[in-house]
């Protein structure tokens, strides 16, 4: 069965942004603590890189095979919200 955070096979690299304090990054934060240490016992090779930084909004970056980079912005989504982009952006393979 496959898992919803088993990486598409030319994802190279996920990268979270976001401000450590600021309420706009609360749910990236929230979901992140939930759903990292499942990401990376699936996807055991993949850097997940997680930066923090002041007043930073909440993105993420997916970077595919040939240094395509892909991102979306995950300002004023909930959980279930990011966690849905995030599903969509590690599962497209370009």
Do not use: W
Not at 27 to 49: D, E, G, Q, V
């Amino acid at each position: 069965m496959a898992s919803k955070y088993a990486f598409a096979q030319g994802l190279k690299e996920l990268r979270f942004l976001f401000c450590q304090t600021s309420e706009h990054s609360a749910a990236t934060r929230n979901f992140l603590t939930k759903s990292y240490p499942t990401m990376k016992k699936h996807n055991p090779h993949t850097p997940i890189l997680i930066r923090e930084a002041s007043g930073t909004e909440p993105t993420v970056y997916a970077r595919f095979d040939f240094g395509k980079e892909k991102k979306l912005p995950l300002k004023g989504l909930d959980d279930k919200a990011i966690e849905q982009q995030v599903t969509d952006l590690v599962h497209k393979n370009s």
